[in-house]
């Protein structure tokens, strides 16, 4: 049989056979391990492309699986699962190198595209290349009203590269959509001070400080 | 007596004192004349006598003359006339003694007068010329001096009396003069006097009246016009007590069944276990029950709010909402969600309270006052607590489960739906379908918990209504056309912008869309409307279904609501989900619906973002 190329983490054994059905039947071979010690021995040998990780486990948890896993698999890239509504353990995933999140509960079709995607996003593309695939993503999803996938995007974006304007004057305008006038304003100025000559976070500054203020007309780009 | 008599009659004293003015007048004006009358009959006649007297003798004395010059014939008649005349005059005098003295002087004139006449008769008996002459100037003459001197006295005595008598007459007619005017004043200061005594006795009944009339006003009953007497004030009187009376019969009657109901009214108010507080228009506490009492402290009847104890502030914005939505002509506001309830730290421990206001009418149906129940609900409100969070926790454990069973349902469908019978396939498009319904189940329970707590953030953008209203037509097109219902839209005149969460704004169509679907039977239609106001935009899913009985409309917004009798289609959540979302965006949900004729959900999006969630 073919190495696999998917680990699939959690603790739950029906989401480990459904889940590996689901991508078996587009021929992706795929391993399971249901904790997270389970995981770590399973990845010191074999050479997975990617592990879709449940944050919630017992014993070691999926964010310490996460901590230790980046810097020693620079190629492994990691899916965590996490279940609705947890977008601070998501956020927090992203920054520690995971690549994606898919909130439970999900059907095939959104598994698929999300490992199909990632698969074909080549891994050992440039961090600049990935940066502007975060910036898409996070677009996109305040194209489809998803501000809270959006905000995880962009601050995935904004560590990747921490000296561009564009992932925080995002996340400026995701907080004022939000209502949040004060971290709007917090984050185009961080914006701005990268890069005084980005004219969205100046427009939406300026309109941020301005009286009356009005919501209306935020500058994405 | 009458009254008019009684006011003649008080006019007496005042035509009296004039009357006994006028008498002493007249006395005294009569007396005055009466005087110089006598002035006249006393000393006048006495004076002319004298003046005649003396006039004889003077002419008795020319005679006299006249015989000594020897023209004795003409002497003697001229004599004798006069000597009458003299006597006459002398006996006048003597019979009108008046003076003091004048008797004497009349006896010594009358003594002289009679000496003279004796001389006087020897005188005309002599014959003698030369006698005669002597006898003329000798015996005569001296004589007929002392006559005259004799009647001068009295004439002088009599003008001495004359004046002084007129003298007095003078001085009478002054003192007359000062005394009539002072008994004019005194007269008329009494009569005055008298008539004004009299006259207010008369009209003091009518004051009595007055005063009794005022304390009637005042709300004494019980007093009564004390009037004696069969005037026509003393009739007013009587019929004003008989009114009195009957009016005092009334209003105790009505009084007492007033105060039964009042009584009772407050009985049962103070029997009630939640706090009760009436106010007025203006937020006047009027009447408050002994819970209330017990809770806040004896109430005055001070504003709300300024209680002994003062609220809390969470309870006096509580009471200030329901106030101003029964002040603002909405009715009773009875909030059925426990969410409402406030939380306040009693005496015994932590207590929830929802505020009920309902208003209170006048007689003639205007607002005239507003009471407000604050329900203590600690119970319930633990009670929806626990079973929210319960709610949840089962949710939420439902979702891995739910998971594995979508992938695995869908993954059989995938790989054997080739190898399947009809049969086996509807088996699984069933468990397919009641996964479907399951997920959707959880997905509502945990958005509504998560609305109810307040963690519901909204992320608000500005929403074109014409692709707005496109995209959701388009999105339930499939779903409507699968039951043969026709779905379309009508759009504004013009294409503006409400200011709403789009994501949520989709649950909510998708939510009343879902709705009419499912009521909606099959060749029947769905239509979606917008209408634009100044500030707002109204939206309206309007569909030919069998429509909402009126008793449930009001339900229908109400958690796991189903009217009943019908087939449980739904979760019994969405039109609550949408109520929520809608609420938090500032503003309304409702429905227009006659049963047989279809339902009209509308709701009401702000276009700016001028009203935050409420």
């Known amino acids: 049989m073919k190495e696999p190329m998917v680990l699939i983490v959690d603790d739950e054994k029906n989401i480990r056979l459904t889940l590996s059905m689901a991508l078996e039947a587009i021929n992706i071979t795929v391993d399971t391990a249901s904790t997270g010690e389970e995981a770590l021995e399973k990845l010191a040998e074999i050479p997975f492309k990617l592990m879709l990780l449940d944050l919630k486990l017992p014993g070691m948890d999926g964010l310490e699986v996460l901590r230790r896993v980046t810097d020693k698999y620079p190629n492994l890239m990691t899916?965590?699962?996490?279940?609705?509504?947890?977008?601070?353990?998501?956020?927090?995933?992203?920054?520690?190198?995971?690549?994606?999140f898919l909130q439970k509960p999900f059907d095939p079709k959104a598994v698929r595209d999300m490992v199909r995607r990632v698969l074909l996003s080549a891994p050992e593309g440039r961090p600049a290349k990935k940066y502007e695939y975060y910036i898409g993503l996070a677009k996109q999803s305040i194209n489809a009203g998803e501000f809270e996938v959006a905000r995880v995007y962009a601050t995935k974006a904004a560590f990747l590269k921490w000296n561009r304007p564009e992932p925080y004057?995002?996340?400026?305008?995701?907080?004022?959509?939000?209502?949040?006038?004060q971290d709007a304003d917090k984050n185009y100025r961080v914006a701005l001070d990268l890069d005084p000559t980005y004219q969205p976070a100046r427009k939406n500054l300026e309109r941020v400080t301005s009286r009356p203020y009005t919501r209306m007309g935020i500058a994405w780009d | 007596m009458l009254l008019r008599t009684k006011l003649l009659l008080a006019q007496v004293p005042l035509a009296l004192a004039l009357l006994?003015?006028?008498?002493?007048?007249?006395?005294?004006?009569?007396?005055?004349?009466?005087?110089?009358?006598?002035?006249?009959?006393?000393?006048?006649?006495?004076?002319?006598?004298?003046?005649?007297?003396?006039?004889?003798?003077?002419?008795?004395?020319?005679?006299?003359?006249?015989?000594?010059?020897?023209?004795?014939?003409?002497?003697?008649?001229?004599?004798?006339?006069?000597r009458s005349l003299f006597e006459e005059e002398l006996e006048t005098q003597i019979k009108n003694i008046t003076e003091k003295g004048e008797q004497e002087a009349s006896q010594a004139l009358l003594r002289r007068w009679r000496d003279y006449l004796a001389s006087y008769e020897?005188?005309?008996?002599?014959?003698?010329?030369?006698?005669?002459?002597?006898?003329?100037?000798?015996?005569?003459?001296?004589?007929?001096?002392?006559?005259?001197?004799?009647?001068?006295?009295?004439?002088?005595?009599?003008?001495?009396?004359?004046?002084?008598?007129?003298?007095?007459?003078?001085?009478?007619?002054?003192?007359?003069?000062?005394?009539?005017?002072?008994?004019?004043?005194?007269?008329?200061?009494?009569?005055i006097i008298v008539s004004m005594a009299l006259t207010t006795m008369i009209i003091r009944p009518l004051s009595v009246l007055t005063q009794t009339a005022r304390r009637i006003k005042e709300g004494d009953l019980e007093v009564r016009a004390k009037v004696?007497?069969?005037d026509e004030i003393a009739l007013l009187a009587q019929e004003f007590n008989t009114m009195t009376d009957s009016?005092?019969?009334?209003?105790?009657?009505?009084?007492?069944?007033?105060?039964?109901?009042?009584?009772?009214?407050?009985?049962?108010?103070?029997?009630?276990?939640?706090?009760?507080?009436?106010?007025?228009?203006?937020?006047?506490?009027?009447n408050a029950n002994r819970t209330a009492e017990a809770w806040f402290g004896p109430v005055l009847s001070g504003p709300l709010g300024e209680a002994v104890r003062p609220l809390e502030p969470a309870l006096t914005a509580a009471?200030?909402?329901?106030?101003?939505?029964?002040?603002?002509?909405?009715?009773?506001?009875?909030?059925?969600?426990?969410e409402e309830a406030v939380k306040i730290v009693g005496p015994e421990g932590e207590r929830y309270l929802l505020t009920q206001a309902a208003p209170v009418y006048d007689e003639t149906g205007s607002l005239a006052g507003v009471s407000v129940v604050l329900r203590d609900v600690t119970l319930l409100s633990k009670l929806d607590a626990m079973s929210k969070s319960l709610v949840a926790t089962f949710a939420h454990e439902f979702r891995t489960p739910l998971t594995s069973l979508r992938l695995a349902i869908h993954i059989l469908l995938e790989q054997l739906a080739a190898t399947m019978s009809e049969r086996q396939l509807d088996l699984i498009y069933a468990a397919r379908e009641d996964c479907e319904r399951l997920q959707n189940l959880v997905d509502d329970i945990l958005d509504i918990v998560r609305l109810q707590s307040g963690k519901l953030e909204l992320y608000r953008v500005p929403i074109r209504i014409f692709s707005l209203m496109e995209n959701i037509c388009d999105q339930h097109r499939l779903l409507a056309e699968e039951?043969?219902?026709?779905?379309?839209?009508?759009?504004?005149?013009?294409?503006?912008?409400?200011?709403?969460?789009?994501?949520?704004?989709?649950?909510?169509?998708?939510?009343?869309?879902?709705?009419?679907?499912?009521?909606?039977?099959p060749g029947g239609s769905i239509e979606i409307r917008a209408r634009t106001n100044r500030e707002s935009v109204r939206f309206e899913v309007k569909d030919t279904g069998e429509g909402i009985p009126e008793e449930y409309q009001a339900q229908v917004f109400d958690k796991y609501f189903q009217v009943p009798g019908n087939i449980r289609k739904g979760t019994g959540l969405g039109l609550a989900i949408a109520k929520n979302i809608i609420e938090a965006h500032g503003g309304e949900i409702g429905l227009e619906s006659e049963p047989g004729q279809g339902s009209t959900f509308w709701f009401t999006l702000p276009k700016t973002e001028g009203q935050p969630g409420g």
Not at chain 2, 22 to 29: P, S
Not at chain 2, 487 to 516: K, M, Q, W
Request: hydrophobic letters at 45%; aromatic letters at 8%; charged letters at 25%.
């Open chain 2, 20 to 82: 006994v003015l006028g008498a002493i007048a007249i006395t005294t004006i009569g007396q005055l004349g009466s005087s110089s009358e006598r002035i006249l009959k006393d000393n006048y006649r006495s004076v002319l006598a004298a003046q005649r007297m003396k006039e004889a003798i003077e002419r008795m004395d020319s005679a006299a003359l006249f015989i000594a010059l020897g023209r004795r014939q003409e002497g003697q008649e001229l004599a004798w006339r006069n």
């Open chain 2, 247 to 286: 009016l005092d019969r009334y209003r105790k009657s009505s009084l007492g069944e007033l105060l039964q109901a009042q009584h009772s009214s407050q009985a049962a108010i103070d029997s009630l276990p939640d706090p009760v507080v009436a106010t007025d228009l203006e937020g006047k506490i009027l």
């Open chain 2, 319 to 338: 009471i200030k909402k329901a106030r101003k939505y029964v002040l603002a002509g909405k009715g009773a506001y009875l909030p059925s969600d426990l």
């Open chain 1, 169 to 181: 004057n995002l996340i400026g305008g995701i907080c004022e959509v939000k209502g949040d006038r």
């Open chain 1, 79 to 100: 899916i965590v699962i996490t279940a609705y509504g947890s977008i601070e353990v998501a956020v927090e995933a992203m920054k520690l190198g995971a690549v994606d």
């Open chain 2, 483 to 521: 039951q043969e219902i026709m779905i379309s839209y009508s759009l504004p005149p013009f294409d503006e912008e409400v200011f709403a969460d789009p994501e949520r704004l989709e649950l909510v169509f998708a939510n009343l869309i879902v709705n009419a679907v499912r009521h909606t039977p």
């Open chain 2, 228 to 230: 004696e007497g069969s």
């Open chain 2, 122 to 191: 020897r005188f005309v008996r002599e014959t003698d010329y030369q006698v005669l002459r002597n006898r003329f100037f000798t015996e005569l003459l001296p004589k007929f001096l002392a006559v005259k001197e004799g009647a001068d006295q009295i004439l002088s005595l009599n003008q001495d009396a004359m004046v002084r008598k007129s003298d007095e007459v003078r001085r009478f007619s002054r003192r007359l003069e000062t005394f009539i005017t002072f008994a004019a004043i005194l007269a008329a200061l009494a009569g």
